[in-house]
């Protein structure tokens, strides 16, 4: 369900180094998600009000014309803004890159956005194997993620995925067989597998887990990097 709101970004981090691979870049974290992690670990994001207009960021963005090369669209879940679209043809027009970071849930907001050229990095998040996508997300939107990864494929887009693991909710064995998947859908880049920091609240209330380790990396099909 898309939504319209008059203030609909939470906040902005004006620089950032590490978001946006090779560029530099500021952030537009977007109030309000279609999801539910367990840990999440920006539950005031998601479950709070924006607070930030289009206009007001357009007004930032202009100031940084120049001096940032790109702009991450990130959240809570950007995508179920149904002016998203035009915000981010604006946001082009004053020639910034910009990456998208998505739960991918909206394959049809990303189409468009794709063919708009509007896009030049997504980031999907992958949440969990099918049998537990629910329980980690109280989401129904599996399917929606492969439909956006095909839409991604097809389109020859630079993108990653990646997934957040916390051990009371996923296991080696559904990591290897989420990289399987990946791998028969013909996914050629890096997993991403960022491990869950446990330094602030999180919306399922988790305590810290113990890390994803390296050498835990067997008879992975695809090349894994942890973060
Ligand atoms: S981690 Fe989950 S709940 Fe949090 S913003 Fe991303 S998709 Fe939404």
Redesign the pocket.
Known sequence: MSVEISKPIYSITPFTLLDYPNYTACILWFAG?????Q????PE??NGDGKISFDEALTFLKKRVNLLDGVVIS???ATRNKELISFVEKIKELGFLIKLDT?GSAPNVLKRLIEKRHIDYVAL?L?ATPEKFYSI?ESKLERKFWESLQLIQEAKLLHEVRT?FHRDLLCVDDLRDMSQKLDEFGYQNTFYVQNFRGEKET?GQLNRSISFKSDEVVDFPIPVEIR
């Open positions: 998600c279609n999801m539910k992690c840990y999440c670990y920006n994001i998601v959240g809570g879940e739960n998040d949440k997300t957040t919306i």
